[in-house]
């Protein structure tokens, strides 16, 4: 993604703080730049906008404001760099339950932002990609016991090995152009419902 392609939203409601955010960005070649200077109905107005990175400035952090950062990350699943000027270990743990990428305490410098971006893009990319690969485990993982489950009943329904059985579940799943977990559920399930 070139830098000037990526549309960033600035959540702050001091304007002078926005606007070292707002100069370190352009001055880092990102234009798509827009400032939100209230954190009211925040997550619909993010949603309506749909950034590619979202900052947020604060002078210290709110539970009310990471309340609304939890609820930013259901709906707008976006790299999000929040600035304070204090803060402790809870709100630091908070912040990143909420989905903050990026987290930096007393470290607002123009010429710190696009490096600080880069970073809460990388960071939302690999937490992303972790995410993406532990539901395609645990799918993967669900297909195989329900696959496991078909295999039993038909080998004690129809007296087959498990390769045959398997063999047989590959077979359907060819002929009805469906995937083999889907024969297998269908299998488990009207097995179920004749009490075997």
Request: charge should be negative; proline fraction near 2%; avoid cysteine.
């Amino acid at each position: 993604m070139k830098p000037n392609a990526i549309r960033v939203v600035v959540v702050d409601d001091n304007a002078v703080r926005a606007a070292i955010l707002v100069d370190g960005l352009r001055e880092a070649g990102i234009d798509g730049v827009e400032v939100i200077e209230t954190s009211t109905q925040l997550v619909r107005r993010l949603a309506a906008i749909d950034p590619d990175v979202i900052i947020i400035d604060l002078e210290n952090p709110s539970r009310d404001m990471l309340e609304q950062m939890f609820q930013v990350s259901r709906v707008v699943s976006r790299p999000v760099a929040m600035f304070v000027d204090q803060s402790d270990q809870a709100m630091i743990r908070a912040a990143v339950d909420a989905g903050v990428s990026a987290y930096i305490v007393d470290g607002l410098k123009k010429e710190r932002v696009k490096a600080i971006v880069d970073m809460a893009i990388s960071r939302f990319e690999a937490f992303d990609r972790l995410q993406r690969e532990l539901l395609e485990a645990k799918s993967e993982l669900a297909d195989r016991k329900v696959i496991d489950r078909a295999k039993g009943i038909l080998m004690r329904s129809r007296n087959l090995s498990e390769e045959e059985a398997y063999a047989l579940l590959r077979q359907a799943a060819m002929n009805e152009k469906r995937r083999i977990a889907d024969i297998a559920q269908s299998l488990v399930t009207a097995a179920g419902l004749l009490g075997k």
